[in-house]
C-alpha cells in the first residue's frame, strides 16, 4: 500500500511541476509608445507573465525557405507554405522541403504586398482544393486578391487558379493588405483586409462601400454569406463581416466555442487582439491605443467612443503580431487552447494564457533567436510550427 502512494505522489509532484507558473509582474519592461493612454479595464494590457513548466525543446527544421507568408498542416502532416515572392512550397516535419510549386498567378511583392494568406477546402483529402490571397497587379495599381486552386496529385504545380473576390478599391501602394484566410465551422471563408496603410485610404477602413478594412466572409466561390437577422445598411457590401480595422495578420476560430479571434497590426503601439463579431465596429482609425509613427496623435487622440469595440488585449509598445493559432494538441497539456501569436518586430512568440474572453497571462518563447516570427500553426503531432521572414522553420514541443 506504502508503494501506492508514493507512486501516486510522485506522479502529482510531476503534475504539478509541469503546470504554468504564474508571475504577479508583466512580461513587457519597455515603456509605451502613448504612456497618455490608458487600458479601459484591468488585464487589458501588460497582463502578469506565465511560464512553461513543461520542459520541452525548439529546434530548427529547416532554413531554406525564402521569405515564407502563411503555412497549413496537409493531411499527412507536412505543411504547404506560402512565399512572399509567389512561391507555394511543402516542407515535411524533418525539414525536407520541395521544389517551388509552379502555377501561381503573378503577383505584386513590392513592400508588404506578394504571395500571402493560405487555407486548405476542409474537404481537402477528396478534392485537393487551396485557397490563398496574393497581390494582384493590375491598371491603377495592385490589390488583394483571394483565388482557389487545385493541387496537383504530383504536387508539382497548381491548377485550375480562379479568383473567386478581390477586395476593393484597387490602390497604388505597397502595405496593409491583411490577406489572412480561415475556414468556419460550415464552410464559409473567413478573409482579412487592411486598409492599404496611406492617408487616403485609411479612412476606408469606416466606409462600408469598400472592402477596405474589414473581415469578410465568402463562400468557396466568392459569393458573400448574408445574415437575414442582420440587412445590409445603405451602400454596405453583404459580405463585409466587421469593420474598423488597420491590418489584421491572424485570424483563427477557437476550437471549443466557435468564437473568431483576430491580431491586428496597430500604428506605433496599439496591436490589438479581438474577438470579432458579426456588425462591429472595432474603431480604426477612430480609437486607438497607438500613435504616428511621427510621434503625433491619430485623429482626436480617443482610445474609446460608444459605437466602437474594445480590444481584449493590447501591447505597447508594439510588438507587431503576424498570424496566430489555438494550440490544440495533447504534446504539452498546459499548452491546451492557448492562444499563440506570431510577433514580427518583436521577434518572439507569445504565448497568451486565456479564461473565456480574457487574457489571463503572457509569455514569450524563442526570443533569444532574433528572427521576425511571420506565422505559426498546430502540427499534427501536436507540436507547434513556425515561420520566420529569415527563411527559419522551427518546431516547438517534447519528444
Known sequence: ?????????????????????????????????????????EGQTRIAA??????YSSKVITKSLEKPWSMAALPDGRFLITEKEGNLRIVAANGTASNK???????????????????????????????FVFSEP????????????????????I?????????TPTHNGDKHNGGKLAFNKDGHLFVTSGERSDMITRPLAQDNSTSLGKILLITKTGQAVTDPLMLPKPNQRSEIFSSGHRNPLGIAIHPTTGDIWEAEMGPKGGDEINIIR???????????????????????????????EQPIYYWDPS???GGIAFYTGNNIQEWQHNLFVASLSGKHIIRLVLDGNKVTGEERLLG????????????????????????????????
Not at 10 to 39: D, M, R
Not at 147 to 157: C, G, M, N, V, Y
Open 1 to 41: 500500500m506504502a508503494k501506492i502512494i508514493f507512486a501516486v505522489a510522485g506522479l502529482l509532484l510531476v503534475v504539478a511541476c509541469t503546470s504554468t507558473k504564474f508571475t504577479t509582474s508583466s512580461v513587457e519592461t519597455l515603456p509605451p509608445n502613448s504612456p497618455q493612454y490608458k487600458p479601459a479595464f
Open 50 to 55: 506565465v511560464k512553461t513548466g513543461t520542459v
Open 101 to 131: 510549386i509552379t502555377g501561381v498567378p503573378a503577383v505584386d511583392a513590392a513592400g508588404q504586398g506578394g504571395l500571402l494568406g493560405l487555407a486548405l477546402d476542409p474537404d481537402f483529402s477528396n478534392n485537393r482544393m487551396i485557397y
Open 138 to 157: 493590375v491598371t491603377g495599381g495592385n490589390h488583394a486578391a483571394v483565388a482557389k486552386a487545385r493541387l496537383k496529385d504530383d504536387e508539382t504545380a
Open 159 to 167: 491548377e485550375n487558379v480562379t479568383v473567386i473576390y478581390r477586395v
Open 278 to 308: 458579426r456588425a462591429v465596429n472595432y474603431g480604426w482609425p477612430v480609437i486607438t491605443y497607438g500613435i504616428e509613427y511621427s510621434g503625433a496623435t491619430i485623429g482626436e487622440g480617443l482610445t474609446h467612443k460608444e459605437g466602437y
Open 319 to 321: 510588438i507587431s503580431p
Open 368 to 399: 533569444s533567436e532574433n528572427q521576425r516570427f511571420r506565422d505559426v500553426a498546430m502540427g499534427k503531432d501536436g507540436k507547434l510550427y513556425a515561420i520566420t521572414d529569415e527563411g527559419r522553420m522551427y518546431c516547438l514541443g517534447r519528444e
